[in-house]
C-alpha cells in the first residue's frame, strides 16, 4: 500500500481524530497513489496515524476511513454500514411504520467521509462525493441488501453531478424504479424524485423542524420561501393553517410540491403556489404573513464565499421580516457548512436592525439523529436554525 509521510507536528490534528489530512500537512508521498487509493498516512517519526481515501487534487488531500492500522476489507465496510444502521434502528427510525424515509450514511458523521446513502421506503440512494467512495458503488449495494435482506428492493446510484469523473453516470446498481416513488414521513405522504431531483430527492435534514412548524401553523398565513418539495407547506396544512404559498424560482419545484399537498389534501383551496425569485417576491409582494419559512440552499459553498454569503442571509431576513405581521413566527435556516452558527446569527440580528423589528429567540435547531455530527469533526455540524418571535 502507497504511504503518506507528514510534516512535523501535522500529526496532531489525527491524534484528536479529525478526518480530513490537509495537502500542506503532507512531507512526501511513498509510491504513486491515484485518485481514490486508499493510503497508510504516518507521522514525520515514521508512526502509523491512520489510513483513508487518497485525492492528489484539492485541499483535501486523505479523507481517514480508520485510525487503527486494520484492513480496509469488505468485512470493514459491512461493519460500517451496521454500526450506521444500529444507530438509525436506536432512535426508531428503521421500522417506524410512520415514517420510512432517513437517512443512513451522513458521512464523517458515520465514519465514512465521502458517501451519503439515504433510504426512501424500499430503495437506498447512494452518492459518492469522492472517488474512492464510487469505486465501491457495487459492494455497498451488495451490503445493502445483505443487511436489510427484502425490506429494500433497489439501490440507486446518483453520483454524476457530485463528482467531477467523467465516467459518472446516475443508475440503478440493483433492481428499478419502484412503480410509486412515495414514501411517508411521520404520517404524511410524499414523493421523490432521486432521479432528476436536488441531493438525493428529498431534503431529509429538516424532518424534525418541519414537525415544529406543524405545531405552531394552527390559524395562521404561512409563507414557505425556497419551498421545493413543498414539505414544510404540507406540515403547515396539517397544522391547521388558514392559507399556505408556497415559492420557489423552479417550475419543476413548484410540480413537486402541488403533487405533495394533492396526495395529503386533495381538493384543499388552502394552498397556492408561485414560481419567482425568493428575493423578488418578498420586494414585490403586498401580503404579509404571520407564520414565515425562509429555508434557501448553501449560499456559501467553500469560505471563499462566505462574506457575500453573510450579505445574503441578512438582505433576505431583513426582506422577509419587512412582511411578517406583529407576533408572528419566524423560521429561518442556513445550510452551509462555511457559515458557523454564531456567523448566522449574527447575519439574523443585523436583518432585525436593518429591518427595524425586534425579535426574540425561542428555539434553536439542527440536523436530526440521522444526520449525525462526528465530536471530533464540527464541519458536520452544517445545518443551522432560528425560530423567531417576531415583535
Known sequence: MDKIYLKPGREESLLRFHPWIFSGAIKKVNGSPGT???????????????????????????????FSNRP????????????????????GLTDNPHNNVYRLIHGEG??????????????????AHTSGMYRLRSLFAELLVEIYGDKLTAVYDKSEGTLSVSETSNGYLIGKMPETGTFTEYG??????????????FFI????????????????????????????SVYALRGGAKEVHTVDSSQRAIDAANRNVMLNFPDDNRHQSFVSDCFQFLKETKQTYDLMI????????NHKALKNALQAYKRLNANALNITRPGGMFFTFSCSQAVSKDQFRSAVFSAAIESKRRVRIIHQLTQPA????????????????LVLFVE
Open 370 to 385: 440521522d444526520h449525525p455530527v462526528n465530536i471530533f469533526h464540527p464541519e458536520s455540524e452544517y445545518l443551522k436554525g
Open 72 to 91: 480496509v476489507d469488505r468485512d470493514f465496510w459491512k461493519e460500517k454500514l451496521q454500526n450506521a444502521y444500529r444507530l438509525r434502528q436506536c432512535v
Open 110 to 127: 458515520d465514519g465514512l467521509p465521502g458517501l451519503v446513502i439515504d433510504i426512501y421506503g424500499q430503495t437506498a440512494v447512494f452518492q
Open 188 to 201: 404524511n405522504h410524499f414523493t421523490a424524485d432521486w432521479e432528476g431531483g436536488q441531493k438525493t430527492g
Open 205 to 232: 435534514d429538516q424532518r424534525e423542524n418541519r414537525r415544529l412548524v406543524e405545531q405552531y401553523a394552527k390559524g395562521r398565513t404561512v409563507l414557505n420561501m425556497f419551498g421545493y418539495t413543498g414539505a414544510f
Open 294 to 301: 425562509v429555508d434557501p440552499p448553501a449560499f456559501a459553498k
Open 36 to 66: 481514490g487509493d486508499i493510503v497508510e498516512v504516518y507521522s514525520a517519526s515514521g508512526e502509523f496515524a491512520a489510513v483513508g481515501h487518497y485525492q492528489p487534487v484539492g485541499s483535501i488531500s486523505v479523507r481517514v476511513l480508520s
